[in-house]
């Protein structure tokens, strides 16, 4: 079964600085998907960015990019020019290629934005 | 596009009641559509896959006599909280993603239940 591991429950940033977050899974499938979602106040989820395993190139949207090292099984999110609007928390997700296949989550990080 | 929504947003019910909670995908057919269960400030749990014609797949402690899962067409499944108790309180969020298509899963808005 794999897993998925965000060993910090929760982080700070300043408003317009870079922040790091952190993910590591476990796994013994060679392909798969990864995900950062977030989740505000709302608490609808919402996509951040997806990175496709077999794609050796990292990911970017916009002010969100992502730096995947497969063999270390690490999948960490920047975030730059933070903004106020970024304070949620954010989840790191695997998933498997297949139409019925789950998503598993990690515990989740809570991010705050000082201003 | 990939828009899935949720009904009700938030609902009341006294204990021993039971409740229906909607998912919709509004711009695209779903085969497949995820329960989660969410306490506050904590990962998503799932319970179960719901499967249009078919019967739903549940996770391992979910108990199916008391979530019951509908998934009658391509673009609605149903949950329904059979006899709730407070323990039933929760944050429950649906997600579904196109059919044919295993990337990204997008999620409703969610539905919070409160039983006294």
């Known amino acids: 079964a794999q897993t998925v591991t965000q060993s910090q429950p929760e982080m700070s940033v300043q408003e317009a600085e870079t922040v790091t977050l952190s993910c590591t899974y476990d796994?013994?499938?060679?392909?798969?998907?990864l995900f950062w979602y977030k989740q505000p106040p709302s608490r609808q989820m919402i996509l951040v960015i997806r990175?496709?395993?077999?794609?050796?190139q990292n990911a970017t949207e916009n002010r969100f990019s992502v730096n995947f090292q497969k063999a270390a099984k690490s999948f960490s999110l920047k975030i730059s020019d933070s903004q106020l609007g970024d304070a949620a928390m954010y989840f790191c997700?695997?998933?498997?290629?297949?139409?019925?296949?789950?998503?598993?989550f990690g515990k989740g990080i809570t991010l705050s934005v000082r201003p | 596009g990939a828009v899935v929504s949720q009904h009700p947003s938030r609902v009341i019910c006294k204990s021993g009641t039971s409740v229906k909670i909607e998912c919709r995908s509004l711009?695209?057919?779903?085969?497949?559509m995820f329960w989660y269960r969410q306490f506050p400030k904590k990962s998503l749990m799932l319970m179960a896959t719901?499967?249009?014609?078919?019967?739903?797949?549940?996770e391992q402690g979910v108990e199916k006599d008391k979530f019951l899962i509908n998934h009658a067409s391509l673009t609605l499944s149903t949950l329904t909280v059979t006899s709730a108790h407070p323990e039933d309180s929760s944050f429950y969020i649906c997600?579904?993603?196109?059919?044919?298509?295993?990337?990204?899963?997008?999620f409703g808005p969610g539905t919070r239940l409160l039983v006294l």
């Open positions: 796994t013994s499938e060679s392909d798969y998907y």
């Open positions: 990175q496709e395993a077999y794609k050796q």
């Open positions: 711009d695209f057919q779903a085969t497949t």
């Open positions: 997700a695997y998933r498997s290629f297949g139409a019925n296949s789950k998503l598993t």
């Open positions: 997600s579904a993603g196109p059919s044919g298509r295993t990337e990204t899963q997008y």
């Open positions: 719901s499967n249009e014609g078919s019967k739903a797949t549940y």
